[in-house]
């Protein structure tokens, strides 16, 4: 079992920028690690996955801007998001997949609000 813990949310104006950290329990070597977002009134969604491979994958409305990346020393996952746009305003989760005898397990955060307004 994996816990994770989503940290560097806030309120962000237009055109900036912020830092979303992902502390692992335990480590995180090989395992596949993703970002997905809910805003308001909308399905969550997947902004970006990086498989334990170091293989990453985007949604197209955030590539360019969100670089994902993993600190394996560290258990840790990052996004950082550039230029932000008001649509990206919602809670980001972080997400953690792990199998066992070929069933996946998924592994969720609680969520750190991002705000982008101006």
């Known amino acids: 079992q994996v816990q994770l813990v989503e940290s560097g949310g806030g309120l962000v104006q237009p055109g900036g920028s912020l830092r979303l950290s992902c502390a692992a329990s335990?480590?995180?070597?090989?395992?596949?690690m993703g970002w997905y977002r809910q805003g308001p009134g909308k399905q969550r969604e997947l902004v970006a996955f990086?498989?334990?491979?170091?293989?990453?994958n985007y949604v197209d409305s955030v590539k360019g801007r969100f670089t994902i990346s993993r600190d394996n020393a560290k258990n840790t996952v990052y996004l950082q998001m550039n230029s932000l746009k008001p649509e990206d305003t919602a809670v980001y989760y972080c997400?953690?997949?792990?199998?066992?005898?070929?069933?996946?397990?998924?592994?969720w955060g609680q969520g750190t609000q991002v705000t982008v307004s101006s």
């Open positions: 997400n953690a997949v792990l199998y066992k005898y070929a069933i996946r397990y998924d592994y």
């Open positions: 335990g480590s995180i070597f090989s395992i596949d």
């Open positions: 990086m498989t334990g491979g170091g293989t990453t």
